[in-house]
């Protein structure tokens, strides 16, 4: 006798074998491994899908096509070594395929660098997915995954990666092997070109195309000039918007790129062409790319069969990131193609179901008994009066009634002439529903049952992924724009690299932050720091405590003073919430540090011989526990190709580590790593992070400076001379320097801003000159926080308020900033 579940697979065996009869012959072989790569999805446990191929050479394997969650979930690169230890690479040469756990790559991650699931070894891992920046950025499962690696005939693999340690049962596998067949069949053999391909420059629009783009364009190889803005120029202006969002698309989002567009021919008719791309993102010393390819799609877009149906659904609900987002895809893909004069989409809460969208929104015409539930802006879905619904979701089989079916009038109302029940499974649960009916009598075929089956799978995944994120997308991505610096500033004499993690227990936000503050006279400000708790209220009381660090610095405050001060608000502001923090002050010229700790672990630095210090100083309390706390200051000593590490105990501490233990394995990997390419340095190092705690990562290489500024200082004193001896001063300096033939302008300004101190002031005044590559800087520090003001007017009777004129005519640049309470005036005067 044959099992309950043993039938289910069976049945799910078969739709996949008509759903691969349903693909078209007229598909060329991109369109239809991409369909391929969505039944996939539809007709086995996995939520990742992707098809490696052999480059030109064979030295290596290249991702051509994929479908579900972004690969960055579990790690999955674009390209890997033909001759690695990857099970891509071993299921390609061996022609055998590789059914894994996370455990089994786990036991394997130290054997060689490319293990994982296909992966790097700091990734794949349970609790360990390599995620970007990006607020996009999907969860790891905490329960593990399970990898299968199927080989493509002659050349190239089938990845699919499902959640859970024991995704892929017996009747997956037949299934996949199945699939798997079906793409060797749709994928080009390994010496085959797009015939129309680019590589486009993000950061100077420079493209390099084949003549086989240039072809569709109407344009020969001489014609083209290599600017991506020369073809964007043939495209019909309704669809440039378009066009832009992709080609101008931010580097951080994530995701393959799909669009069809128009250009105008030479002849003056419209050409639809279709682009696909991917966006690779860039490193310290290359742009972020985007590369793919561009057809010809006027013979598709005539045609309304299922697949290219399931194919623009699989596209809308790839880039969907909300629950509204999914339902307007889901809408915009059935409603029009089938001709359906009602489409509602809900997710199940518990036992019930929340509407998402209604099509059309009109009220009046949806049956009596959802008008009665219409409370806000969309009605509950009265499932108690809908028995019918609740079978087919309680069963998770798709149910279709034709015109003059005996259903309850909740039902029968939404479609008179026919109705269809879509179950929106995901994860072996329902997400929802989707309901579409039909006023006049419709006929349900064998491909449009197959089209509603397939796309009810690709809704359930987007609808469940939608929901677990909406809440998160707001709040992450409130906390990257706002609370977290938008990029790292250059900094003279050194390269800084940082990285975020949030949660990924439940969507909490946490209070983890860090910062980079230039500061007068090459000084370089770094700050890391994390608030206690994981709310809305630590994020924001992160965010304060960042901006009063930030302010504090550039008052010119030392290290000390500036912690201190921080200190004192976070009392003030009468919180139960206290913080902990790491400030360090470098000076860019002489490679010297001094750096505060407050309750915060210590900085790690590592040597240019490949040796590691974990600088244990003394420190002082968390910020907000003491109101009269001590925060010593102790120095560090940088010499080029150093490197500083930063952090917090997210990345160093967990429930089964101690905290010295993870210091000390930090210092082993910062040891191992190679300080040239910090970006891969820190996400290697985030590769091991704690995800039940946030995560910040500062790393700074210091490589000292190659040209140093010349530096002097005066005290001004308060006597009748003081002004004639600061310029005689100054003469001897320039005259040291070799640049005394500008001596009239830096001395004219030297006595406006010594004369105006000593007049307008009272305390010490002093004179510094630094002179830089091209330029000299007068400055003169006073007392007085008072910034000097330009007169608007001056009669000729005045007899003050010139001097700051002079300043100005005589200087490319000037002006103020505070120092220790009171400020420092400065003009710069060009060197010719």
Not at 35 to 61: C, K
Not at 216 to 228: A, E, K, S, T
Not at 257 to 267: A, K, M, T, V
Request: hydrophobic share 45%; net charge negative; proline share 7%.
């Amino acid at each position: 006798m044959v099992s309950e579940g043993a039938a289910e697979h069976g049945t799910r065996t078969l739709r996949a074998e008509l759903a691969l009869k349903t693909l078209g012959g007229d598909l060329d072989p991109h369109e239809r491994l991409h369909a391929i790569l969505e039944q996939v999805l539809v007709f086995t446990s996995a939520t990742v899908a992707a098809v490696y191929l052999p480059d030109g050479e064979g030295e290596a394997l290249s991702l051509t096509a994929s479908a579900g969650v972004p690969r960055n979930l579990y790690g999955l690169s674009d390209t890997y070594p033909a001759s690695g230890t990857a099970p891509v690479a071993e299921t390609c040469r061996s022609g055998r395929p590789s059914w894994l756990a996370s455990t089994d790559l786990q036991r394997d991650a130290d054997a060689d660098v490319d293990r994982g699931a296909g992966l790097p070894e700091n990734v794949g891992l349970p609790g360990h997915a390599d995620e970007p920046e990006d607020a996009d950025a999907r969860r790891a499962p905490a329960e593990g995954f399970s990898l299968g690696v199927l080989p493509l005939r002659e050349h190239g693999c089938l990845v699919a990666v499902g959640d859970g340690t024991d995704a892929f049962d017996a009747e997956d596998r037949h299934c996949l092997d199945l699939l798997a067949e079906a793409a060797a069949g749709a994928t080009p053999a390994p010496s085959a070109g797009s015939g129309a391909s680019f590589d486009l420059a993000m950061d100077t629009g420079r493209v390099e195309v084949d003549d086989g783009l240039l072809r569709l364009f109407g344009m020969g190889p001489d014609d083209f000039d290599g600017r991506v803005e020369t073809l964007i120029a043939l495209t019909v202006p309704e669809d440039l918007p378009a066009l832009m969002s992709v080609v101008e698309a931010d580097h951080m989002s994530i995701g393959d790129r799909e669009l069809e567009f128009r250009i105008l021919q030479p002849s003056g008719e419209q050409k639809w062409l279709r682009l696909r791309g991917r966006i690779l993102p860039g490193g310290e010393l290359r742009p972020a790319r985007l590369v793919g390819t561009v057809a010809d799609a006027s013979t598709l877009r005539t045609g309304r069969g299922d697949v290219a149906r399931i194919q623009r659904l699989a596209a809308a609900l790839a880039t969907a990131g909300t629950v509204r987002d999914v339902s307007q895809a889901v809408v915009t893909a059935l409603r029009e193609p089938l001709q359906a004069d009602r489409i509602a989409l809900a997710e199940l809460e518990g036992d019930r179901l929340v509407v998402t969208v209604l099509d059309p929104p009109q009220p009046e015409v949806w049956p009596e008994v959802w008008r009665s539930e219409w409370r806000s802006e969309w009605p509950d879905a009265p499932v108690r009066t809908m028995p019918t619904l609740a079978t087919a979701l309680r069963e998770g089989r798709a149910g279709i009634w034709p015109a003059g079916a005996d259903l309850e009038p909740a039902l029968a109302d939404v479609g008179p002439g026919g109705l269809a029940v879509l179950p929106l499974p995901a994860g072996g649960r329902m997400a929802g529903a989707c309901l579409i009916g039909w006023d006049n009598p419709h006929d349900f075929g064998p491909e449009e049952r197959a089209l509603l089956t397939a796309a009810s799978g690709l809704a359930g995944q987007a609808l469940m992924r939608a929901h677990a994120f909406d809440a998160e997308h707001e709040l992450v991505g409130m906390l990257q724009r706002t609370l977290l610096p938008r990029r790292l500033p250059q900094l003279a004499g050194a390269v800084a690299v940082a990285r975020y993690l949030p949660t990924t227990a439940g969507l909490e936000v946490g209070g983890d932050w860090y910062d980079v503050i230039p500061l007068p006279d090459n000084h370089v400000a770094l700050v890391i720091g994390d608030v206690q708790g994981h709310n809305a209220g630590a994020a924001t009381l992160m965010g304060q405590m960042r901006t009063a660090l930030r302010a504090y610095a550039v008052e010119g405050h030392p290290p000390d003073v500036v912690v201190s001060h921080a200190n004192r608000l976070l009392m003030d502001m009468e919180t139960d919430l206290f913080a902990t923090c790491c400030y360090v002050d470098i000076d860019m010229e002489e490679g010297s540090a001094w750096y505060v700790r407050a309750g915060h672990i210590p900085p790690v630095l590592r040597h240019p011989n490949g040796s590691t210090e974990i600088s244990e100083a003394e420190g002082g309390p968390p910020l907000g526990v003491v109101m009269q706390a001590d925060f010593p200051m102790s120095p560090l000593r940088l010499t080029p190709g150093t490197l500083l590490a930063l952090t917090t105990d997210g990345l160093v501490e967990s429930a089964d580590v101690d905290v010295e233990d993870g210091l000390d394995q930090l210092a082993a990997d910062l040891s191992a790593a190679d300080p040239a390419h910090l970006g891969v340095v820190a996400d290697t190092l985030l590769g091991g992070a704690n995800r039940d705690d946030d995560v910040a990562l500062l790393l700074v290489r210091y490589d000292g400076m190659a040209l140093r500024p010349q530096r002097e200082n005066w005290s001004v004193w308060r006597v009748p001379q003081a002004v004639g001896q600061a310029r005689r001063y100054t003469r001897r300096v320039l005259r040291r320097w070799g640049v005394d033939s500008m001596a009239d302008s830096v001395l004219l300004v030297v006595s406006e801003l010594v004369t105006n101190a000593l007049v307008h002031t009272d305390g010490r005044v002093r004179l510094d000159l630094t002179l830089l590559a091209d330029r000299l800087r007068v400055s003169v520090a006073d007392s007085s926080p008072r910034t000097p003001i330009k007169p608007t007017v001056i009669g000729w009777e005045a007899t003050g308020g010139r001097g700051i004129l002079l300043v100005e005519a005589m200087s490319t640049a000037w002006g103020t900033v505070p120092v220790s309470g009171g400020k420092q005036v400065w003009a710069e005067i060009p060197i010719e």
